[in-house]
């Protein structure tokens, strides 16, 4: 009995670890029984695999020590010289000993190749818990075997070109769904991610009607929403939507961005990165009635003084507000924003924006506007200098996580102020700050009261600084 009560003592400690490889050596140079207890209390794995045969039966010899996985990613090496059917021969092994050896499995991130529906039927046999799948499909592509998840809360799909009509086919017909374009389905998932789409892809009307649940939804690099006929089913499918991401999809933006406006009251995030029009973000602003709290831009061309102007206007419930690389706007745009934003404003991004460095006085400005801001990234900023930055940083003392990577023209001078103007920070990253030397380093870890976290290369790390933040619990990442 005490041996049982010891055992659980031990895996309890182990699941407390750091999940980094230095943990399982040093635990697995102890005994051979607290190796055995590590692998037993381990719940999470991410293993990147090379596309050779013997992986297989090394893949299946190594996850039967680890019974208690909830979490599996897998990842697959890049090889030139294999052919597409012999990956996908590969793909579909690799499931099968997934889903022989991990029936516990709640989140699977599978992205060793794409796979056959066939196998994805055999994995809904086996793991009967998963709330989170990733995985690689081939084109044409087929969704109807969703339904086999019934507890599926999270899908991600990146679509492959290849031949996958016959697979698809052959599991219609066992399903008793061929033929069937109007079997609907209410599926239970809240979180839909596609990546690939094509205008002429079918089968997306069928997912747009089934997911009457969703809150989130990301396409990226997509041309469509699928054929014709899929349209309709998607408009009506954005109306219970929280949170949208649109990564380049420059041909359906616009389009998209009209039926959130026209049919979406719910929305609270929104993140655009490389696509879209001017004048279609500008109607979206003017004509969305939602209650918006996220907006994420990454429009280099398309993004101008007129749409912050909007947005202050229209979205003043906003808690952050995030710019990358947003080159035609000026100071007067990001000022006007920061008056309308002054009371509620807690995170700002300007990343790789030219105007923080083209524009004195603006930061400072900002900074007396606002004043509650908790999370502040100002990263890859290269001219960004001590005497703007500071300027900043006075005014701004409720900040917790200070962002401020590839940074390059700032100093020792910007770490002071730091850790006097900033109390509460806990998390910081200095990493490719190449003005920034191990001192000024030293000097932030042994000054901020709150520090969890710092991001900085290991050569700028004195003993003294790994010292104290070992004694103090501080996280370094290098």
Same mark, same amino acid.
């Not at 086996?126 to 998840?149: A, E, Q």
């Given at each position: ?13 182990? !699941? ?23 692998? =037993? ?40 010289? /294999? =052919? ?21 499995? !709640? ?78 389905? @209410? ?34 690099? $997509? ?40 049919n979406c009251s719910s929305l609270s995030s929104l993140l655009v990165y490389d696509g879209g029009s001017r004048e279609g ?6 004509q969305c009635n939602c209650n918006l709290q996220k907006l994420d831009l990454r429009l280099p061309l398309d993004l101008h ?21 947003? $080159? ?18 807690? @995170?700002?991004?300007? /990343? ?12 400072? =400005?900002?900074? !007396? ?41 700032? =100093? ?13 920070? @806990? ?5 490719? $700050? $190449? ?19 710092? !991001? ?23």
């Open positions: 009995m005490d041996h049982m009560l010891c055992d659980e003592l031990i895996e309890e400690i182990f !699941q407390r670890l750091p999940p980094i490889p230095s943990s399982s050596l040093s635990v697995s140079l102890v005994s051979k029984r607290w190796l055995h207890l590590y692998r =037993t209390s381990k719940t999470f794995l991410s293993l990147r695999l090379s596309p050779h045969n013997s992986t297989i039966p090394s893949l299946a010899s190594f996850l039967s020590h680890y019974p208690s996985l909830l979490s599996l990613s897998l990842l697959l090496s890049s090889d030139p010289t /294999i =052919t597409i059917t012999s990956a996908t021969t590969f793909s579909e092994h690799l499931l099968l000993i997934v889903s022989t050896f991990c029936s516990k499995l !709640q989140t699977l991130r599978f992205m060793a190749g794409p796979v056959s529906v066939s196998s994805l039927n055999s994995l809904s046999l086996n793991c009967t818990h998963l709330t989170s799948l990733c995985i690689n499909l081939f084109r044409p592509i087929f969704f109807m075997w969703v339904v086999k998840f019934p507890v599926l809360k999270e899908l991600s799909i990146f679509v492959s070109s290849g031949d996958g009509v016959e697979q698809a086919t052959e599991f219609e017909k066992e399903n008793g769904l061929w033929g069937n374009e109007d079997f609907d389905a @209410e599926l239970g998932l809240e979180s839909l991610c596609l990546s690939g789409i094509r205008a002429d892809d079918w089968g997306l009307g069928w997912l747009w009607r089934s997911c009457k649940k969703l809150k989130k939804l990301q396409l990226k690099s $997509c041309e469509g929403v699928g054929d014709g006929g899929s349209f309709l089913s998607f408009v009506r499918c954005l109306q219970g939507l929280e949170e949208v991401e649109l990564r380049t999809c420059r041909s359906i933006v616009d389009g998209v961005l009209l039926k959130l406006a026209e973000l500008l109607r979206f602003i003017t003084n007129d749409h912050l102007t909007a947005v202050a206007l229209n979205f003043r419930g906003l808690s952050s507000i995030r710019l990358q690389s947003c $080159c035609l706007v000026t100071g007067e745009g990001l000022k006007a924003l920061g008056i309308a934003m002054s009371s509620g404003l807690e @995170e700002l991004a300007l /990343i790789n924006c030219d105007v923080v460095e083209r524009e004195q006085g603006l930061l400072a =400005t900002l900074g !007396q506007n606002l004043r509650q801001l908790r999370k502040l990234d100002l990263s890859y900023n290269e001219m960004l200098l001590d005497k703007e930055f500071i300027s900043m940083l006075v005014s701004c003392n409720c900040l917790v996580d200070l962002r401020l990577r590839g940074c390059k023209g700032l =100093t020792k001078a910007a770490l002071v102020s730091m850790f006097k103007s900033c109390k509460r920070l @806990e998390n910081v990253d200095i990493m490719h $700050c $190449c003005g920034i030397e191990a001192e000024a380093v030293e000097l932030l870890v042994l000054n901020s009261p709150q520090l969890r976290q710092v !991001q900085v290369e290991e050569s700028k790390l004195s003993d003294v600084a790994r010292t104290w933040a070992s004694n103090k619990l501080i996280e370094v990442v290098v």
